[in-house]
Antibody, heavy 115, light 110 residues
Framework: QVQLQESGPGLVKPSETLSLTCTVS????????WSWIRQPPGKGLEWIGY???????IYNPSLQSRVTISVHTSKTQFSLRLSSVTAADTAVYYC?????????WGQGTMVTVSS | QSALTQPASVSGSPGQSITISCTGT?????????VSWYQQHPGKAPKLMIF???KRPSGVSNRFSGSKSGTTASLTISGLQAEDEADYYC???????????FGGGTKLTV
């Protein structure tokens, strides 16, 4: 049973870079595509992008200029970097694994952008 | 604004059936077979309820069913129970190398 756990700072200053890591346990990093998904308070889900173990990535066009998702196979981790953050990037950030659907999710981590 | 359109809210009484629609275009829902539905209770991560339009993961009640007609996908919940009260999201995905889109979400009140 694959399990995911997000980690990273809960508070980021405006204009800085948000960095999160997702640790994969109970399965191989090669077994899924790995996505980041976020949910602003009181709002819906927004897909950010995904990475495959090969390192290939696909990003949401609305965030593409600020997003980098990378995989670290030796550590069974993948990560998210979102640059030049503003208050609009305040959200719960989830990591998730998928093929044709997201069948494994992390518990989510709240990130607040504030000075 | 979400690429996939869902009603903001639906409601039903225990034992009744409800249907939540998810309307897209021929470039997403209408063109892809990878439509999925997620249930989210407050403060929890989403849970996969339906994948590939109409398939149920192991452990999901057969009261949940999915379908698609043209550019609109639907989630039907029969025999409503209090525990079904949650937010529901549809999702469209075209496979490797393509984008993922979520609907705006529907709040179900039982």
């Amino acid at each position: 049973q694959v399990q995911l756990q997000e980690s990273g700072p809960g508070l980021v200053k405006p204009s800085e870079t948000l960095s999160l890591t997702c640790t994969v346990s109970g399965g191989s990093i090669r077994s899924y595509y790995w996505s980041w998904i976020r949910q602003p308070p009181g709002k819906g889900l927004e897909w950010i992008g995904y990475v495959y173990y090969s390192g290939s990535t696909i990003y949401n066009p609305s965030l593409q200029s600020r997003v980098t998702i990378s995989v670290h196979t030796s550590k069974t981790q993948f990560s998210l970097r979102l640059s030049s953050v503003t208050a609009a990037d305040t959200a719960v950030y989830y990591c998730a694994g998928h093929f044709d659907a997201f069948d494994v999710w992390g518990q989510g981590t709240m990130v607040t952008v504030s000075s | 604004q979400s690429a996939l359109t869902q009603p903001a809210s639906v409601s039903g009484s225990p034992g009744q059936s409800i249907t939540i629609s998810c309307t897209g275009t021929s470039s997403d829902v209408g063109g892809y077979g990878y439509v999925s539905w997620y249930q989210q209770h407050p403060g929890k991560a989403p849970k996969l309820m339906i994948f590939d339009v109409s398939k149920r993961p192991s452990g999901v009640s057969n009261r949940f069913s999915g379908s698609k007609s043209g550019t609109t996908a639907s989630l039907t919940i029969s025999g409503l129970q209090a525990e079904d009260e949650a937010d529901y999201y549809c999702c469209s995905y075209g496979g490797s190398g393509t984008y993922v889109e979520f609907g705006g979400g529907t709040k179900l009140t039982v």
